[in-house]
């Protein structure tokens, strides 16, 4: 597609279990970012991806967190042993250029721990 | 940690009123964006601004990077009402540092 893709859309998961989030970038962007987004609160970075490599993972809350990408595309931010504070929209934007460009964001994953 | 202030959180004003929304740091920025979310989709950029003293319109929106580096300012004239959303500030420190984002201020807009 022509824009971020990110899925799943929805996901409800009890507390405890891992999950797992993906992000497809535009192609041809080699940043991605993941940035999380609480009820009322602004987007909090996470993680910045420059090719496969992180530069910048300053943002994970806890190692439970943890993020790759494989190929210069397809990222997957993984969660796990889930508490009821990571609900959230977690949401994933990629740029073409390296550092500061111009962010284009998917529609994100809603996470719902019960 | 670097962090943008804006407020207040949400604004209410009549069709065709004009509006203006602020965003403040105590740290210095050298890039500005201002994007807008609707509900339940991604932010979209409405704005980017590189210079300090920058003034830019897109449209029925003009945002400003402030001289001093540390605040910016978005109007929307005119508003209709799918300027509804929230908007949020962004700034950058570097030219690969990341963008931290405001909290946002949602606007409503009765028409």
């Known amino acids: 597609g022509a824009g971020v893709s990110q899925s799943p859309s929805n996901k409800v998961t009890e507390k405890g279990k891992d999950v797992e989030l993906r992000c497809d970038p535009i192609s041809g962007h080699t940043a991605l970012y993941w940035y999380r987004q609480s009820l009322g609160q602004g987007l909090e970075f996470l993680i910045y991806f420059q090719g496969n490599s992180a530069p910048d993972k300053s943002g994970l809350p806890s190692d439970r967190f943890s993020a790759e990408r494989t190929g210069g595309s397809v990222s997957t931010l993984t969660i796990q042993r889930t508490q009821q504070e990571d609900s959230a929209v977690y949401l994933c934007?990629?740029?073409?250029?390296?550092?500061?460009?111009?962010?284009?964001f998917g529609e994100g994953s809603r996470l719902t721990v019960l | 940690g670097q962090q943008l202030n804006q407020s207040p959180q949400s604004m209410f004003i009549q069709e065709g009123e004009d509006v203006s929304m602020n965003c403040t740091s105590s740290s210095i920025f050298n890039t500005w964006l201002w994007y807008k979310q609707d509900p339940g989709e991604g932010p979209v950029l409405l704005i980017a601004?590189?210079?300090?003293?920058e003034l830019t319109s897109n449209g029925r929106l003009t945002a400003q990077f402030g001289i001093t580096r540390k605040d910016s300012f978005l109007n929307i004239s005119a508003s209709i009402p799918s300027d509804v959303g929230i908007y949020f500030c962004?700034?950058?420190?570097?030219?690969?540092?990341?963008?931290?984002f405001g909290k946002g201020i949602t606007l409503s807009v009765r028409p």
């Open positions: 601004l590189y210079k300090a003293g």
């Open positions: 962004a700034g950058a420190s570097g030219a690969n540092s990341k963008l931290t």
């Open positions: 934007a990629s740029s073409f250029t390296k550092g500061i460009g111009e962010l284009f």
